[in-house]
């Protein structure tokens, strides 16, 4: 499981549009006025540019992720201040939450089986903020011959196995939240499409490569003759693909908030 640094870049401008900017706003304020943030899978670094311009310049990032390439990008991103942390994502334990007042993911738990999510739940006692994740909803315009079994196969393949076990897919950020609920954390949820459309050309065609891809993998037979229709029509075509993001706060930073008169 991973991906390019040229693919996050392109992807990244889309992903900054899309993030909901109230949550964002709060997760950034729920890591406290000395924060000290976790990012899982923090690819080149995109939560780290999303979240700065909200918070102080004395923030201290620890960066996870198993691609050395990835984390140096990160890293330059992040500041003097950084720590780094290579490893697999599979491995939960160990991982530097001694002063963590947030821990973040981006566009990671639809990629998750439910037994890391329960197993990430188990550890955490701080504010947690995922953004980005896939719900499973696909739409384009001008709608073409293939859309919906293409977004079907696609779906189906986000349930497969991404090496740690059957992934969650577009149930991520529901089956998350419910287990945080359990363990006494406030969810705050909000919708974070992609909106693509004139001048997104290039975004539009990787995503359509990847799509077809996936489905094809699936078991849409006709997945490469509508991957070549949707390139074809990408220039003048618009698209909406549906994330969650969410915040979840423990008991005592909601109590908290409550008194400092937050909404």
Known sequence: MGFSADWLALREPADHAARDADLLRRAAAAAGPDPVILDLGCGTGSTVRAMSKFLPDHTRWYLVDHDPDLL????????????????EL??????????????????????????????????????????????????????????????A?????????KGLGPALGPQAASSTASTLSKQGFAI?????????????????????????????????TQAE????????????SACVIG????????????????RHGAD
């Open 188 to 220: 705050h949820r909000a919708k974070s499409p992609w909106q693509l459309g004139a001048g997104e050309e290039a975004l539009q065609v990787a995503l359509v490569e990847g799509i077809a891809q996936a489905a094809g993998e699936a078991g849409f």
């Open 90 to 151: 599979a491995e939960l334990d160990g991982l530097p939450l001694d002063g963590v007042t947030l821990v973040t993911a981006s566009a990671l738990l639809d990629l998750m089986p439910k037994a890391w999510i329960d197993e990430l739940a188990a550890l955490l006692s701080v504010p947690f903020y995922a953004a980005l994740s896939y719900d499973g909803a696909m739409s384009w315009e001008p709608a073409l011959p293939g859309d919906e079994e293409a977004t």
């Open 243 to 258: 994330h969650d993001d969410i915040l979840a706060l423990p008991s005592q930073w909601t109590e908290e908030e409550s």
């Open 225 to 236: 003759e509508w991957s070549q229709r949707r390139i074809w029509s990408a220039r003048g």
């Open 72 to 87: 140096e990008h990160a890293a330059r991103s992040a500041g003097p201040k950084a720590r780094i942390d290579q490893r």
């Open 153 to 161: 196969a696609f779906n189906r393949h986000q349930c497969g196995d």
